[in-house]
């Protein structure tokens, strides 16, 4: 899968999202069917900000971070929709999230996620993070969509 070819880069991403560094967790998109599905990859390297407390010795992604990512991409599909440009999505919901594998430097986090309902202001999705094909965490999370201020183009 490390072969597959980039169709947004974080520039492109950063021109949908208000999410900048450190916060902005998806480095690219290998996949984007706008308003329907997209699939994102977040390279999870050795210095990222979060692995000095968590842990020290034993860094680990925290399971909240990957939630986040996911959302990322699910905004990124949301918004790349015609109608839905200048809206932003904000975090609503998360159901039926479950860790099943831990991610530590090094992994490839892959961020799938199909939209189960798109319907300004309400997004649900379906979502799900792998590392080398094994499950790190899946679930359902729910985004409401609103005017705000968008990124700078």
Not at 23 to 41: C, E, N, Q, T
Not at 98 to 125: H, Y
Request: proline share 7%.
């Amino acid at each position: 899968m490390a072969d597959e070819t980039t169709i947004m880069t974080n520039v492109e991403i950063q021109k949908l999202l208000p999410h900048r560094y450190p916060f902005l967790l998806v480095d690219r998109m290998v996949a984007l069917d706008p308003g329907k599905s997209g699939v994102g990859i977040k390279n999870v390297t050795a210095n990222e900000w979060f692995f000095p407390g968590h842990f020290p010795d034993y860094p680990l992604m925290p399971g909240v971070l990957m939630v986040e990512a996911l959302a990322q991409v699910a905004g990124i599909v949301a918004l790349s929709v015609p109608e839905n440009k200048g809206l932003l999505g904000f975090f609503a919901g998360i159901d039926k999230i479950r860790f099943k594998r831990q991610v530590v430097p090094g992994d490839t986090l892959r961020l799938e996620v199909t939209i189960t309902r798109l319907r300004v202001p309400i997004c649900q999705a379906s979502v799900q993070a792998t590392v080398n094909g094994e499950v790190a965490c899946a679930g359902d999370i729910l985004i409401m969509m609103a005017a705000g201020a968008s990124p700078a183009e």
